[in-house]
């Protein structure tokens, strides 16, 4: 069975420029996190979703962040413009249910960085 | 105070070793308890509940003491392929996890 999805596994951009990370769910999942990892804050969630529904954005940084999710198959987290702290590792992750046992599976997760 | 606290290691073991370590969580209400593994530049994936009565999966053993609010893995008998950062995850609510910035363990022949 496919996990989840992310792309682009490497981007490397230069501030002030759009960048778009996508991910797709593992199907079936209802719930969908997106999380930031660096070595100084280690991993922090950015925003949660529900059956396609922004539950909680409180981890998203600024402004400059935004996600979407169309469909119960696709997100975006979208930063614009980027900036150089904006370096670090994104996660996708998806879950079956909302109980506090269910699991959630990381996707591969994509490496930013913002010359 | 950081909401889940580990020591970062490392740990280096040799081949065969048993090797334990804990976390301590601040959130006396937190209800669920995972421990994550993280392999270098992969993502985190989960490795085992912890329930409050502990509980083993093979060579770990996870235990929970809410008194003291820790939880610990031991890792008995290790493999090269235990190497890894280990990552203390609390369920805060529902569906908000707070992740230990890790515990890292090298095994070496």
């Known amino acids: 069975d496919a996990g989840v999805i992310q792309s682009p596994r490497h981007e490397v951009t230069e501030m002030g420029q759009e960048v778009t990370l996508r991910c797709k769910p593992i199907s079936g999942h209802n719930s969908l996190f997106w999380y930031r990892q660096t070595m100084m804050r280690g991993l922090e969630l950015l925003i949660y979703?529900?059956?396609?529904?922004?539950?909680?954005d409180s981890g998203m940084p600024e402004d400059r962040f935004s996600a979407k999710m169309p469909n119960a198959s696709f997100s975006t987290l979208k930063i614009q413009p980027s900036e150089p702290r904006d370096s670090a590792v994104y996660f996708c992750a998806s879950r079956i249910g909302t109980g506090e046992s269910d699991t959630q599976y990381f996707g591969p997760g994509t490496r930013l960085t913002v010359l | 105070r950081k909401e889940v606290e580990q020591d970062p290691g490392p740990f280096n073991v040799p081949e065969g070793a048993t090797v334990a370590f804990n976390c301590t969580y601040s959130n006396s209400a937190s209800q669920s308890f995972f421990w994550y593994r993280q392999d270098c530049r992969k993502e985190p994936k989960l490795l085992m509940s912890?329930?409050?009565s502990g509980n083993e999966d093979g060579r770990f053993t996870a235990q929970l003491n809410r008194a003291s609010q820790y939880i610990s893995l031991l890792i008995r008998d290790s493999k090269l392929s235990d190497s890894a950062t280990y990552l203390c995850?609390?369920?805060?609510?529902?569906?908000?996890?707070?992740f230990g910035a890790g515990t890292t363990v090298t095994v070496r022949a």
């Open positions: 995850v609390v369920n805060k609510s529902g569906y908000k996890l707070s």
């Open positions: 912890v329930y409050s």
């Open positions: 979703f529900n059956n396609n529904v922004p539950i909680d």
